[in-house]
């Protein structure tokens, strides 16, 4: 094997002339080397967003560092090879922009250079006469800058801010027991020192205590006010009653952004505590002290020039490479006094190499210091304080942003005010703890997001330290879905006894038990504090979360009676209404939404989504597009739009906006608001439309909800448990691919399948026209789909008679079913314009079906397909041939009705033997346990087959007197789909570990619930 580097390729006879060297042989041969490892690490920083931000350690890679000492060289190449596939992949991901965990600086690529030419360089900075010495010098000067400290304070790098804090402890013991401590030692004085800190302090202050001999006891740990700050009149009465007790006091230690919730201390008052006292006063400012450079933030930090001594790192907030502590004291002679020394091969000289004096060695413990300051130095010019300000602010307003998404889920609580770039917050549930600390887990073990945890008051907190200049809003808000992912499934997850027990009491039973325990709780704090914004937020949501949905409205309301542009209440109020079917009134509180918070992209997306739902595909555009004007990772915009340039006949962007919206995202579970064990249902969707409306008959106090987004599904996804699987995709010709990872999905799951994809499948319009063309009774229409060209090609009366199609015809765009994008065309003349008006590469031909009555009418039925059964739903009548049950003429007609009556109670007397016996064999060709049929009547009693599919909506009459003899019809096909859910979910009881009992306990909530949902 060849050896890059030379110290393999002596031999033996190696001499005086030739002494062995550890250069590489062949320098050529090494360059390239050393640039493909450069661009082996330019392009980790570059893709780090195609990374995992953490991966456990495999096995197999973890043996690889339990092997002896190298004896023999091997070959550069090798040894990179194994760190690009063993060490690389495997680090802590602090580069990543979704590391949370911890206060951990991102590096930069400056830094990484700049640590390459330091290690080069390979400069030792415990003195002498030497640049680099110089290099540290300025920076020192320049931090001296920053902090506004006179032009005598002295400073140093070191590892990091334990290690400054360490020198600020000894500097203050020396100064206040006098130098010659350094030589008799602490125990040969009686006296007994005293420091203080907020019980929030960093543990390094007490370590540095104990290094220093003055004993981790003298650490006296003061109490917090609400924000976390130390408390300066405990701290003051804690210096009255030690002195009174006989002990000296010496420190104060202020913390400039503590490590739990990066609190900042009141350092002015500090300040003015220790000049009365004749205290040393320490800032430990680890990663808040930087904060100085940011505008905004800077006037917190009112106080910090006026320390004794200030310990931070320039690797957290300052993104140099790790490590980049530094030490800064007032007094240089002080400071120097605490560590100098002269031993005679360290004399110093006025000339030559050994001049220079003071060496840096004379302000801390180490004499091997290597170029630390070089990478700040770089960090520095290169991009200058004002961007690094600007970063240290962009990290401060994501941590705004995560708080204000936490304050408006009902299921997310803050723990503590964020006063820097520390959010700490919790999931709520029962046994908190322990799954809150098993959310942070999975977050970790996912990759996609890593934050840590911590303990704030006795209780476990998420703890996202927003420290990365790499980190967006994108990561924001997967740090927030994925908790609520992991904590809803969580709470769904029964214990091993449990389960044996078979007990009904779950996680979700437990949390609507305890939102109803805490609801009066927080009903008597508002007694008390009536105006309390709060709690009148916090009421609201508790009760739409446990199902009281009315009152729930009315306490959003009294809420926005006291503060119009409350979001939380604005946005909750108008979904509420807008799942009520209240449309006008949500897009009312939509747009007052818009209009007091229009630079929140939410609000946006809720205007956005009603409006395509109410037919404004191009004003929902704009609210859409503006949202990512916004923000343009936010997902929801993306989802939008992905439907509505669908819709509009752009594909191309529309996938684009779709993998934006649903990539590495395809599992979500939605909010559980019952009181029984819910029945588990694996939804299955797609993200280009043709989805069953299954939100009313999915309700949420009976069925727990994951959503899986079928396009988007790997096989090495987890499937969280589950009863039943729901497949919601009920359009073959826009959703095959969507259908195709249905299969996929199914295939994974031993569970019960509603709509199995493979029967959807097979519903297209063209397959439906020819497998039911030879069913007894049925007439199908003749149905091809052709390109636009062909049907603009001066050939194209000739394609469409050699197809057997004659005028007049239909044209419909592939994936729509209600009246949009249909049109019917006369003649051939016609054509060309009828194709113009329509989106689409290609088109729909079908044959026109007459179904006019005697009267001159147009009649489409609609019966539902439930479990093998057929139910009436509607008769429309119309004067046009284009029918819709809401555009018809069934309003302003009492004969309609009453004809749309008959038909309801009397089925098979309106429809006649043939077309019963019709309806029934094409249920039971197409298999589905949930579908529709739209079908005309001929004069013969045959059912002209309009459409047979699983997207037929069974929507709820409006709450109109007129509507009420349908009320029925609709109620029975509800009864109908959740018997079937029952019996499916008691099919695989013994699996899933639901009983018989429960759910039927969950069919008569639904029960319960069906006369509001029907009125």
Known sequence: MSQVLGAGSQSK??????PITLDPSNWKRFRGQAHEMLDDMVDYLQNVRDRPVWQPIPTPARTRFRGGVPVLPMDLGRVHEEFMKHVLPFAAGNVHPGFMGWVHGGGTPVGMLAEMLAAGLNANLGGRDHAPVEVERQVVSWVREIFGFPEGATGLFVTGTSMANLIAVVVARDSELGFQVRREGIAANSTRLAAYGSSAVHGC????????????????KIATDKRHRIDVEALQQAIHNDRRDGFTPFLVVGSAGTVDTGAIDDLAALADLCQREKLWFHVDGAYGALAMLAPGIAPRLRGIERADSLAFDFHKWGHVPYDAGFI???????????????????????RGLAAGAPWPCDFGPDLSRGFHALKTWFRLKVHGIQTLGAVISQTCELARYLESLIAESAELELLAP??????????????????????????QECGSVAPSTTSLNGRLAIRAAIVNHRTSRSEIQTLLTETLVLGRALQNEQSPRARALEMEETPEVRQHAGMQVALPHVEARL??????????FQRACFLEQTGRLREACDAYRDLLDHEPSHLGALN??????????????AQHLYELAVGYHPDRPSCRANLGNLLFKNGKPEAAREQFERALRIDGNYRPAHAGLCFILDQLGDPERATWHRNKAFQNRCVVITPYRGEQKPITVLELISTTGGNIRTDDFLSDRAFQRILVTTEFYDSKTVLPPHQLVVNAIGEADGAAAALSGALSVVAHTNAPVINHPEFVLATGRCEIAQRLSDVPGVVTARTRILSREQLLAPQAAATLARLGFR?????????????????????????PAAVSELPGADLFVIQYLDARGADGKSRKYRVMMIDGQIYPLHVAISGDWKIHYFSADMADFPEHRAEDADFLTDIRGVLGECAMAALQQIQKTLRLDYGGIDFGLSEKGEVLLFEANATMAVLVPEKDPRWDYRRPAVEKIYRALWTMLKRKA??????????????????EIETETLASITT
């Open 13 to 18: 006879d190696a001499t005086a002339d030739a």
């Open 205 to 220: 202050i007490a370590k540095a205590m104990d290094i220093s001999g003055v004993g981790s006891d003298a650490l006296r």
């Open 328 to 350: 800064l004291v007032r007094d240089g002679q002080l400071h120097q006094q605490s560590f100098e020394s002269s031993p005679a091969y360290l004399k110093r000289e006025v």
């Open 418 to 443: 964020v006063e820097l770039n520390i959010v700490c917050f919790r999931y709520r549930t029962e046994d908190s703890d322990r799954i809150n600390a098993q959310i942070v887990v999975d977050l």
């Open 527 to 536: 007694a008390v504090e009536p105006e309390s914004i709060t709690l009148m």
């Open 572 to 585: 909750s109020l108008g979904n509420l209404l807008l799942k009520a079917r209240e449309v006008s009134a």
């Open 807 to 831: 005028f007049p015809l239909l044209l419909r765009t592939p994936g729509f079913h209600g009246g949009e994008n249909f049109i019917r065309v006369e003649t051939l003349e016609e054509l």
């Open 986 to 1003: 008691t099919d695989c009881r013994t699996a899933s570990g639901i009983s018989i009992q429960s759910a039927k306990n969950n069919l």
